[in-house]
């Protein structure tokens, strides 16, 4: 199930109701988003409803009895680093050993499933990616990070746990978010006309960046994706523009979706984005894209790891691997892996140029722009990564970009100069919000006439709706 379903939507207007006029208590609140992020979730993956509910069940018990002791922080991350393992690394694995030893069959699923199997004596092996289990054993870790650092898990409930990781809005793709937050979310929670109105925007808003922007992008550029030699560099180059625009109007759309719902519910979700290609530098980019993931990272690895303490290049070697494992944590697959260490070592690049006060770029005009545009690029082409099943792919295609390859032209081109502006339209709207407080006034009246032309727009793509992007992750 999506929150681009109609199912869901029905759905949500009947659980809107029970939610407000039928549920007494918080308690009684908390139970039913239980309940009914257990049956949405149910929907993504079926019987791993119940892992998910063994592996809840199991970071209580650590949490609660044993986080106290000395190894029982360590017990906390190894259980969701063995169960993260396992579902989504172990043919990962299996491939480096394989390539390390020269055996073959190890290099690939389908044939690594017949071997295992084969040893096993079973007739059939194969190991499934649940659902949205790379989000919620961040917020697994975060809350055993955290717990152990104030010494409160001996004052743990089952009931606030399950409240944490069950959580409709947030299952899909985040944001991410930290336990004690979310319960304090949950203490606080409330509705008023303004929060129903500013939901339900932000509802409209998320399904116009995804359905109507987003998915519009994708038909021009998946094309270019399952064959890119086929294109030409400037061609490629353009794809990668709009698959940046892609990526964030998509991940943005469910964001905005999801801190609506959340506001529905008397929740604040946190802000996930921050007008993201409105940066200034590597650094910047990633103080405004998935904003919930980089603090993450800051704060479970790269601090832990020493961050910026133990001198200036055990620093470079701390940013290098955490956004290595960044980017291995967007999926089993060497090029995410890549891309992390590419963007650690460009953070480390711009570090070293500012510590040593070196200057390749005037900082007077045209100065700024030139270094924006630099980024930009860099940025826009690692992504190439993203979207190319292996090294090599990506190369190949870098190598077209880099030296104006002939080709196949990309069809359908104004499709992104319509979504660049739309984009743009946010970007300006997030950056300098206070410039359109005029329009406060103006949502009440709006509200029916956009809700309805969504709905509509809806019903129109009924079934033809794409997955979000980072839901897969």
């Known amino acids: 199930m999506s929150f681009l379903n109609l199912e869901f939507l029905a759905g949500f207007t009947v659980f809107f109701y029970l939610y407000w006029f039928s549920a007494w208590n918080e308690f009684s609140k908390r139970l039913l988003i239980i309940c009914a992020s257990a049956l949405f979730y149910f929907y993504f993956s079926g019987a791993f409803l119940f892992h998910f509910l063994f592996i809840t069940s199991l970071n209580f018990l650590i949490a609660r009895y044993f ?7 360590k017990l906390g991350v190894g259980l969701n680093l063995a169960n993260l393992f396992l579902f989504k690394y172990f043919y990962l694995f299996l491939a480096l050993i394989g390539g390390i030893f020269g055996i073959s069959e190890l290099t690939l699923k389908p044939s690594a499933n017949l071997l295992i199997a084969r040893l096993l004596g079973l007739s059939d092996f194969d190991i499934i990616l649940p659902a949205t289990i790379s989000y919620y054993t961040f917020q697994f870790i975060s809350m055993q990070v955290d717990l152990s650092r104030k010494n409160a898990g001996t004052d743990l409930k089952f009931f606030d746990v399950l409240s944490y990781v069950f959580l409709f809005p947030v299952m899909i793709a985040g944001p991410i978010l930290r336990f004690e937050n979310a319960l304090n979310g949950f203490h606080s929670a409330s509705i008023d006309r ?3 109105i500013d939901g339900l925007f932000l509802i409209c808003k998320g399904v116009l960046k995804k359905s109507f922007l987003s998915d519009g992008l994708a038909s021009i550029i998946y094309p270019v994706f399952s064959d890119p030699v086929q294109y030409s ?35 604040e979700l946190p802000e996930n984005f921050k007008a993201p290609f409105f940066m200034n530098s ?70 070293v140029f ?14 700024p722009i030139l270094k924006y545009l630099i980024v930009i690029h860099i940025s826009m082409i690692s992504w190439i990564l993203f979207f190319t099943p292996n090294i090599q792919s990506a190369w190949s295609a870098v190598y077209r970009v880099l030296s104006f390859q002939p080709g196949r032209d990309l069809m359908y081109a104004e499709t992104g100069i319509y979504a660049g502006l739309f984009t743009l339209l946010f970007h300006f709207e997030q950056e300098f919000p206070e410039r ?28 033809r709706n794409m997955d979000f992007f980072y839901g897969k992750f």
């Open 67 to 73: 986080l106290s002791k000395p190894y029982g922080l």
């Open 194 to 196: 303004k929060k129903m």
């Open 233 to 267: 560099g400037s061609a490629i180059l353009f794809t990668t523009y709009f698959f940046g625009l892609h990526l964030f109007l998509d991940f943005s759309g469910l964001t905005d979706m999801a801190r609506g719902l959340g506001k529905l519910l008397g929740l």
């Open 282 to 351: 590597f650094g910047d980019f990633w103080r405004r894209w998935h904003l919930t993931f980089s603090f993450w990272i800051r704060d479970y690895i790269y601090i832990p790891l020493g961050g910026s303490k133990a001198g200036r290049f055990r620093t470079y070697f701390n940013l290098v691997i955490t956004f290595a494992l960044g980017g291995l944590w967007h999926g089993a697959n060497f090029n995410y892996a890549f891309w992390g260490i590419i963007n650690g070592l460009f953070l480390v690049g711009e570090r």
């Open 354 to 367: 500012e510590e040593n006060g070196w200057k390749l770029i005037p900082s007077v005009f045209p100065g």
């Open 436 to 463: 359109f407080e005029f329009l406060q006034k103006w949502k009440p009246a709006v509200l029916p006439f956009l809700a309805l032309f969504i709905l509509l727009g809806l019903v129109y793509m009924s079934g």
